[in-house]
């Protein structure tokens, strides 16, 4: 069968919704939150990678993870939400730029982009350079599916 590309476009719109459901609901499926760990950039050079560096601050996502954008086609976590960095360089801070969620059972869920709240990062902190003793800050978290 061959199809239109209207009809083409309107059978993938119509299978982004549940496939947005489907990979949210990997999130909020165990009785253990999921979480983001945040990583200075290079810490994997290849998605799904094992890091070659340590977890600079892991903040644990609400027990439901976030909502699906049936408008915008995206997975948007709960934020704000925040933790206690302790795996910063002690002395200088470390800058994150690339964030691992990972589902209920420390599966690999996904590697997202990490910036300021200007910035473009799927993630934004309040601040990327992170110093241990203080908080970071989620403020956004956007999934595009």
Known sequence: MDI????????????????LQARLALLNANTVNAQIDFYPAGAWSTPGDT????????????STAGTVDTD?????????????????????GTEVALARVLDGDGDWWADLTVSEELGSGEIKLVETLLLNGEYARLVSAVVQG
């Open 4 to 19: 239109s590309t209207k009809h083409a476009n309107a059978v993938i719109a119509a299978c982004r919704i549940p496939a």
């Open 51 to 62: 890091p070659s560096e340590s977890v600079v601050a892991s903040i644990p996502l609400a």
């Open 72 to 92: 915008l086609f995206q997975i948007q976590l709960v934020v704000p939400i925040e933790a206690q960095v302790d795996g910063a360089d002690p002395g200088t």
